[in-house]
């Protein structure tokens, strides 16, 4: 189970899951500029110009969660249930705790006009490492745009989407289709042989 959350709500977050009996397996980390922060003090913004309240948060965090491994062992568990583990990257790479992202392109966000809008590059990465076995199905109970069908409909994955908006709904109904239909690279955080410092900031590009 992938949430997304931010610094401030991701502990809060993280205790109610672990408290209905999901185990807390990591964090997924997207590096990406879109979160606010670094505001003056209200009402004394000129005064107190070199003040920020809070930092400019240059990245979003998501909690990375699942139910106990019911087996003895996890390769037990994804012959029985096809999961408890995440599928690695195209070049055999550990999944990594950091991805890569950015606001969503314009093309996007001419397709599906979401507030909370994000890229296919991100969401095609999660959806990818989300079923080790490559077969299950992805679930989003929180559709809005229906990005993440999209993903997953690109990925060639089954999928359900849940979505109490009705435009919000409707929005989807036309989106995933079009959003399904462009071409994104897969951008990773490390590099393709490994933990040298100059591959980590080379990109690995696989086009979906």
Request: charged share 20%.
């Amino acid at each position: 189970m992938f949430i997304a959350s931010n610094p401030l709500l991701s502990p809060l977050v993280s205790s109610a899951l672990m408290m209905s009996g999901f185990e807390r397996r990591g964090e997924i980390i997207r590096l990406v500029r879109t979160l606010r922060g670094g505001d003056r003090p209200k009402l004394a913004e000129k005064e107190y110009d070199f003040v920020s309240v809070m930092p400019r948060s240059c990245y979003a965090t998501g909690r990375l969660c699942g139910k106990p491994i019911s087996e003895n062992r996890v390769s037990q568990n994804l012959v029985k249930w096809g999961t408890g583990g995440l599928r690695r990257t195209p070049n055999g790479r550990p999944f990594p705790d950091v991805l890569k992202s950015e606001t969503p392109p314009d093309v996007e966000v001419r397709t599906a006009s979401h507030p909370s809008l994000k890229p296919q590059k991100f969401l095609r990465q999660l959806v990818w490492g989300s079923l080790p076995m490559q077969r299950g199905v992805i679930l989003d109970p929180f559709m809005g745009s229906g990005s993440t069908i999209a993903a997953a409909e690109a990925l060639g994955y089954e999928s359900v989407g849940i979505e109490l908006d009705t435009h919000f709904y409707q929005m989807a109904v036309e989106s995933v289709p079009k959003l399904a239909g462009i071409k994104a690279a897969w951008e990773s955080f490390e590099g393709p042989n490994g933990n040298s410092a100059q591959n980590k900031i080379k990109s690995l590009s696989l086009s979906f």
